[in-house]
């Protein structure tokens, strides 16, 4: 009840193009979504993130789409460039009075073609 | 601001030897987690401290794993003794205390390779 699961595994989208990863939960009491960037030897950094009261945040090239009837969200990285390459996590955490515990989806390593 | 810091960066070991990783989390961040990264793998969450005191190590192996963060700042999570299967990223990362919507700040990781 606790997992995240991410789709696809890797990715491979042409420059300019649209790149979208999706990620499904099963537990209702999730209510915080961040996605993650992770480059090669780096540690993972906050891209995005969404609360389940919203639908859809948009910050630059990067937007997410949440369903919270359907438990899914999806990012949403709009005229891909190379220097997006790199390995994506969706996680779900609990809210105020919780700890803050991220639970990563498995990750989805994208490869932007120039 | 400096971020978390790591180290070391890079560890090959014997398995059955110990090992040690040392993390420094931004300054007046209150909360500290650290997570194992296996290849191909979501980080998963070993130990949570809040200041120095364990919130939660429900998925830390207490027979060879052991973490502890003396002053509530700087941490350190050892393995001993080590197996084949604890090759992996171990990541730290601090907020500056628990609640919604905190950005989880992760350090570059330590690399641990055993053979």
């Known amino acids: 009840q606790q997992q995240v699961k991410q789709s696809p595994q890797s990715l491979i989208v042409q420059k300019g193009g649209i790149s979208i990863i999706n990620c499904a939960y099963e537990n209702t009491a999730f209510d915080y979504f961040p996605w993650y960037q992770q480059f090669p030897g780096k540690g993972p950094a906050l891209l995005i993130a969404i609360r389940p009261d919203v639908s859809e945040k948009k910050e630059g090239r990067f937007t997410i789409s949440f369903n919270k009837s359907a438990k899914q969200f999806s990012l949403h990285i709009m005229d891909s460039q190379p220097g997006d390459s790199a390995t994506y996590f969706c996680a779900a955490s609990f809210g105020s009075g919780n700890t803050g515990k991220l639970i990563f989806g498995q990750g989805t390593t994208l490869q932007v073609k120039p | 601001e400096a971020g978390v810091a790591q180290s070391p960066r890079y560890k090959i070991i014997e398995k059955r030897q110990s090992v040690a990783f040392w993390c420094n989390p931004i300054s007046g961040h209150a909360t500290l987690y650290w997570y194992q990264q296996i290849l191909g793998q979501g980080p998963k969450l070993l130990i949570q401290?809040?200041?120095?005191?364990?919130?939660?190590d429900s998925q830390l192996p207490k027979d060879r794993f052991s973490a502890e963060r003396l002053k509530g700042v700087d941490s350190t999570l050892k393995i001993q003794p080590a197996k084949l299967e604890d090759s992996a990223v171990y990541l730290c990362?601090?907020?500056?205390?628990?609640?919604?919507?905190?950005?989880?700040?992760f350090g570059p990781g330590t690399r641990l390779l055993v053979l």
């Open positions: 401290f809040q200041n120095n005191g364990v919130v939660d």
């Open positions: 990362a601090s907020i500056l205390a628990p609640g919604r919507g905190e950005t989880q700040y």
